[in-house]
């Protein structure tokens, strides 16, 4: 029986036999017994078994184990892991398309508001509560020539546009117009102003593709 097929109890049983797996693992003693390193290294493994078993978290499973498991760490670590608020989340699209090791062009607006473009590889998918909202969308991901892993959140009413494989976007050439150009100086002036959803449509234009996630705002 795999992990989808197994009622609630079952699924709060297993998550924690991978739990206790894994602490022993690392070493043969009760986990509030370890040192911080060790502890530490349990997570990552725990979390790389979850990983591996492809299983999907939703809230329901963890309050079981919450309730089953009283003062354990393993909670804890599922809420870090991610998981699904609601099967209708508009972000549930994401999820299903920007699998691990995707190759994804990512096109969205940095805290500021002005345009972002990324070539980079999907490493995971987490949906969960961040701050005063119900659920986020945290992308972590590994970029073009990076050797370190990224992460974005996609909070409620924001644009974000994925596309297979990696796209060549000339930024500067979407984002701006030169409006003054000689030997001596350029002058350009940017096209739009801070989250700005005109640049969304400027920049599909400019694509010419569809793109495998698209939530406009």
């Known amino acids: 029986m795999n992990f989808n097929e197994m009622n609630t109890v079952q699924k709060a049983d297993h998550l924690s036999e991978m739990f206790v797996t894994c602490v022993y693992a690392v070493r043969p003693i009760q986990y509030h017994k370890m040192n911080q390193g060790e502890q530490l290294q349990v997570k990552q493994d725990f979390h790389q078994a979850l990983k591996a078993e492809n299983i999907a978290l939703t809230d329901e499973i963890i309050k079981a184990v919450e309730e089953e498991f009283t003062g354990s760490p393993l909670p804890s670590f599922l809420r870090e892991y991610g998981y699904s608020v609601t099967q209708s989340s508009e972000f549930a699209e994401a999820v299903g398309q920007l699998t691990n090791g995707r190759k994804v062009t990512i096109i969205k607006f940095n805290d500021f508001g002005w345009p972002v473009v990324m070539n980079t590889v999907i490493d995971r998918l987490e949906v969960k509560p961040y701050a005063q909202y ?18 974005n959140m996609i909070l409620p009413k924001e644009s974000l546009m994925v596309f297979d494989g990696w796209l060549n976007i000339d930024v500067d050439k979407l984002t701006n117009d030169i409006i003054k150009d000689n030997d001596r100086v350029t002058v350009k002036q940017s096209k739009y102003g801070c989250f700005d959803n005109q640049f969304m449509i400027d920049a599909l234009n400019t694509v010419g593709v569809n793109p495998i996630v698209q939530i406009n705002h």
């Open 134 to 151: 119900k659920e986020s969308l945290k992308i972590v991901h590994k970029p073009k020539r990076k050797r370190s892993l990224y992460y």
